[in-house]
């Protein structure tokens, strides 16, 4: 019943920028911490970002901290992610998640996973 449907991947060149969104259905996420994941070819899947219910606070990776924004619409369920001045190793197939752990301590888990959308930044 409960879906996370992202969108808003594709190629750019190093430099540019990208932002992603994930629509949830099946129930409100808007009190709910959300976040961001991303997977590259051959590594583990890697926290990306993470926004509290509240919206007053969010945890980003060191490796985007400064380039990449979590914001949210409670209006429209809806969860997205800002990436400007994107680099090559950012590549990756990115999920959006419902989260349960704190996502200020590593490692964050989370319940509900989106299928993912395909990021690639060309050098």
């Known amino acids: 019943q409960v879906q996370l449907v992202e969108s808003g991947g594709g190629l750019v060149q190093a430099g540019g920028s990208l932002r992603l969104s994930c629509a949830a259905s099946?129930?409100?996420?808007?009190?709910?911490?959300m976040g961001w994941f991303r997977q590259a070819p051959g590594k583990e899947r890697e926290f990306v970002a993470a926004l509290r219910w509240s919206g007053r606070s969010t945890v980003y990776a060191d490796s985007v901290k400064g380039r990449f924004t979590i914001s949210r619409d409670n209006a429209k369920n809806t969860i997205y992610l800002q990436m400007n001045s994107l680099k090559p190793e950012d590549t990756a197939v990115y999920y959006c998640?419902?989260?349960?752990?704190?996502?200020?301590?590593?490692?964050?888990?989370?319940?509900?996973w989106g299928q993912g959308t395909q990021v690639t930044v060309s050098s």
């Open positions: 998640a419902h989260l349960l752990s704190d996502p200020s301590t590593l490692p964050v888990l989370a319940d509900y």
């Open positions: 099946g129930r409100t996420f808007s009190r709910d911490t």
